[in-house]
C-alpha cells in the first residue's frame, strides 16, 4: 500500500526544522531520527528562517505557545511557504485558552500549512472556530466512532478544502483526508494515551515523512499515522510479554519506528480508503 | 491505610496545571499520567489562567525559574486560590540563588498553598529565610535521621501552623505534617537521588492524588509521598534482577507507579503516625 | 591510562552548572549524575552568577539558543573564569544561522573556555570563521578519517593554540587535543547518531570529569571522550543480545555510563597519543 514512501525518507534523511514544546521535544527529535529524518530544534525569531533555508520540511507544536513562538512561528511558517517545504502544524490544546484559539486563527491566515494533525476536538475547534476540550485531551463526547464517521468526515474533507491542508485526525479510529480522498485507519493502542507526547511525535514523523515525500502529501501522512499506530501495536504486545509499565511501553514505541521497515509497515497498516 | 485516595485519582482523572522547569517535565507529566491524572503544561502569561480554570489542581515548581515564570506563576496561583483548586509548591533550589529565596517568600504572600514540598534543606531555608543549599540537592548536614526527627518535627509543624500548608519534606527519610499531625514515612531507595528530577515528579504524582482528594489533603499527600518511595524500591529490585543502570532505572520507577494499586501501595507503605 | 579520572569525580560529586538547550537537558542531567557529578540546570540572567558561584565547572551548549540566554551565557562565562571554575563549550550547530555564528565569536571575546567540544563542521566552522553545516550534524565532507587525519590535528592544535581551550571533536574518530599533544580515540558506535544528544549528554561529561579534575583538563576531556565512546559500544553488545531499537539504545548508555569504573574505561579505551 505504502510504497517507497518510508524508503524516500531513509534516503533523503530529510532536515525537520521543528517548533515545538518543551514538554515532548526530546522524544520528538528520537522519533523524526528513528523514522529517518534529521531533527533540528530552533525556535529564535534572530535565526528561524535560516534554519528553515537549511531544512526540508518545517513542523509548528503550540503545546507550550508563548508571546515569542508566536512570532517565531509565523517567521518561519512564511520562509517555509516561500522556500515550498511541506508545513505540518500541530494545533495542541486549542480551545483551551484564548490565547491559543486566536493565534491558531492568526497563523492559519498568515501560513499554508500542507498538513494539520489533532485529537478531534482541536480540529472540531480549528473548523468552528470555538470547542470544548479537557486540556490537552480530546473531549470524550467529540470521539469519532463508526456510528459518526460518516458526519466526521463530511466536516474534515471541508476543513480541507478550506485550508488546502491534509487533515490527519487521530484517536480510536484515524482519518486522514484531504477534500476529496480519506485514510480511515485503525492501527493503534489505547495504553499510547498513558504516554504523554503521543500525539506530538506522530506531528513529527508525519513531517519527516513529508519531508522525504513532498510530492505526495497525503500517502506520506496516512503511511506516518499508520506506522505510528503499528508502533503502538508492536510495543503493546512486546510489553504483554516482557512486562512493564507506560515508560518502558514509551520506548518500545520509538524503538519499533526505528525498526520500522516497509514490510512491517504493509503487513500491519490496517487502512481503508473512503 | 490509604483508603481509595488512589481510586480516586483514577476515577477523576484530574487535570494537574503544571508550571514546572524544563529539565525534568517530560518526566513529571508521563508520571501524572501514570499516577492517574492528565498534565497540561502551560506557563504563558497570556493563558495560565484560563488552563487553570479547566484543571483541578496546580503545580508551581521554581527548578528554571525566570522573570517571566515569576509573573505566571503567581496569576495561575491566584486564580487557582479563587477557584479552590489544590497547589502544591516545589521551591526547587531555593537559598541557591538571591533571585530564588526572594521569588518564594513574595509568592507566598500572594498564593496559599495545599502543601509544600522540598528537601530538608530548602524547606529550612523556606522556614527560617536563608539556608545552605547545594545547588539542588540537600546538605548532608541537614538530613533529617532518627536522632533529629523530633527538633525537625517541631519546626515542619510550624511552618505549617504559618503556612496553612501541608509540609512535605523528602530525603531517607520523609514527614507530611500539618500543624498537628505527622506522617514519618520510611519508603524509597538511595539510588533515587541518581535520577534527575524524582522529588519533581513527586510533587507532581502529590499535585495528582490531591486533585483527585481535594477534601483530603494531608492523606493524599502522604499516600504520594509513600507510592513514589514505595515505586523506587519495586524499581530497584526489579533492577538487582535483570541489571542495568540508573537509566533504566528511571523508567522502572515510572512503570511502577503506572502499575500501582491500593493493595500494592498498602502492603508496602512503611508509615507512621505521630 | 586514565588515572584516578573517573575516582576523583565520583569523590568530589562537582555541581555542574549547565546552559543548555532544552531538547536533551534531561538526557544531560541524568548523564551528569551517572557520571559522578551534579547538575544544576539554570539560565536566568537574574541568578546565573549566584549559581555559577555555588558550582564546580560550568557548560554552555547553545542547541537552542535565544537573544536571552546570549546575556546569561556570557555573565556565567565571566562568573565561572573569575572564579577559575572549567568552563566548556559545545558550539552546536555553529555555521548553521548567522545569529549562532555571531555568537559564538563574541563568546570566545568575552569568555575564556577550558574545552570546547564539537563535530568536526562546528570546530571547522569556529576556527575558519565560516562552515557548512546539516543543521545539527556533521557535513560528510568534513569527516575526520585515516587519510586527512594529519592535516585535521594541524588546524585543531593551532585552534588549541589561538584560543587556549582543549580542543574535542568527536565522530567517527574522536580527537582531544592541546596546542602540544592530542589523544586519538576510536571508541564509540555509528548508532550514537540516531540517538539526540549524543554530543551534548559528552560535553556534560566532559564537563563533570573536568570539575572533579581541573589541574588535568586535557586528560580529563580524553577520558571523558573515551568513556562516552565506550558506553555506545557497550550499549550496542547488549542490545544485539536483548533486542530493541534506538530508545532501548539510550537507556542503556547512560546505564553503562553509570556503571562505568576505571577498571572498565582503562580496559576498553582506544586511545593513542601523538
Redesign the interface.
Known amino acids: 500500500m505504502f510504497e517507497n514512501i518510508l524508503e524516500n525518507v531513509r534516503e533523503k534523511t530529510p532536515?525537520i526544522h521543528t517548533i515545538t514544546?518543551?514538554?515532548?521535544?526530546?522524544?520528538c527529535?528520537?522519533i523524526i531520527?528513528?523514522a529517518g529524518g534529521?531533527?533540528?530544534?530552533?525556535?529564535?525569531i534572530?535565526?528561524v528562517e535560516?534554519?528553515t533555508s537549511?531544512?526540508n520540511a518545517l513542523v509548528i507544536n503550540i503545546?507550550?505557545?508563548?508571546?515569542?513562538l508566536v512570532q517565531s512561528m509565523i517567521k518561519a511558517g512564511k520562509k517555509a511557504n516561500k522556500l515550498g517545504h511541506p508545513v505540518v502544524l500541530d494545533p495542541v490544546?486549542v480551545g483551551?485558552?484564548?490565547?491559543?484559539t486566536k493565534f491558531i486563527f492568526d497563523l492559519l491566515k498568515e501560513v499554508n500549512f500542507s498538513v494539520i494533525r489533532g485529537n478531534i476536538s482541536e480540529i472540531k475547534t480549528v473548523y468552528k472556530g470555538r470547542g470544548t476540550?479537557?486540556?490537552?485531551?480530546a473531549d470524550d463526547k467529540d470521539a469519532v466512532s463508526d456510528d459518526n464517521i460518516d458526519e466526521v468526515l463530511v466536516y474534515i474533507k471541508d476543513l480541507s478544502r478550506k485550508t488546502g491542508a491534509i487533515i490527519a485526525v487521530t484517536g480510536a479510529i484515524d482519518i486522514v483526508a484531504s477534500s476529496e480522498k480519506a485514510y480511515i485507519i485503525r492501527n493503534g493502542h489505547p495504553l499510547m494515551t498513558?504516554?504523554?507526547?503521543t500525539g506530538c511525535m506522530l506531528t513529527t514523523v508525519i513531517g519527516s515523512f513529508c519531508g522525504g515525500n513532498k510530492e505526495n502529501i497525503l500517502e506520506a501522512t496516512a503511511a506516518a499515522v499508520s506506522a505510528m499506530g503499528l508502533c503502538g501495536e508492536l510495543a503493546y504486545n512486546k510489553l504483554e510479554k516482557v512486562g512493564?509499565?507506560?515508560?518502558?511501553y514509551?520506548?518500545?514505541?520509538?524503538?519499533?519506528?526505528?525498526?520500522m521497515n516497509s514490510e512491517i509497515l504493509n503487513g500491519g497498516a490496517k487502512v481503508e480508503i473512503r
Request: aromatic share 8%; net charge negative.
Open positions: 532536515i514544546n518543551y514538554v515532548t521535544v526530546n522524544d527529535a528520537n531520527l528513528a534529521s531533527p533540528t530544534m530552533s525556535d529564535s534572530y535565526e535560516d534554519i537549511i531544512s503545546g507550550t505557545l508563548n508571546e515569542e490544546g483551551a485558552s484564548a490565547f491559543r476540550t479537557k486540556g490537552v485531551d498513558k504516554v504523554t507526547g512493564g509499565g507506560t515508560s518502558t514509551r520506548t518500545y514505541i520509538i524503538d519499533f519506528m526505528s525498526n
